[in-house]
């Protein structure tokens, strides 16, 4: 039996957003809706979100800010649901993996990274307190906690 890993009401969240690209006449509007729209980040500082705003846009030639993805890329959730991440490939994984997951994540519920612990490569799994999906592990704690994880997996 294969059970998708990713529910379609679980992505619809992600949805409402990705497959659109808003446009923005500054930097500091552009960083708000950053900071609206990925708040479930975590925990992060201001320096973070003016770095991911700058990253992550685009100037039009008319001046215009927008975000410099494809918004084309939620085609494949939409036409595809079922054909997303199933547990039969995952239970294919032989590579090591670690899994980092937001405390409070709508696409990778406490269960779920229960059951990821006893199938496939059996990750270890390490929770973000106070996070949604994805940590932004952008302070300096995230990143010693990922050479660690790193460093110990090789």
Sequence with gaps: ???TFLKWSRSS???????????????REA???F????QPFGPAS???????????LRRRGDGVFTTHYDPRITVQFRASP??????DRFGRITLPVHVIRGETSDLLP?????????????PEVTVIPSCGHAPSLSRAEDTRMVR???GSMV
Excluded at 35 to 38: E, N
């Design 148 to 150: 660690e994880m790193i």
């Design 35 to 38: 900071r609206g729209v990925y």
């Design 110 to 122: 406490a269960n779920m990274a229960e059951r990821m612990k006893t199938e496939g490569p059996r």
């Design 46 to 56: 201001d320096g973070f979100w003016t770095r991911m705003a700058r990253t992550s």
């Design 13 to 27: 969240r992600i949805l409402a957003y990705a497959d659109k690209q808003p446009e923005f006449a500054t930097l």
């Design 31 to 33: 960083e708000s809706w």
């Design 1 to 3: 039996m294969s059970l």
């Design 82 to 87: 079922d054909e997303l991440s199933t547990w």
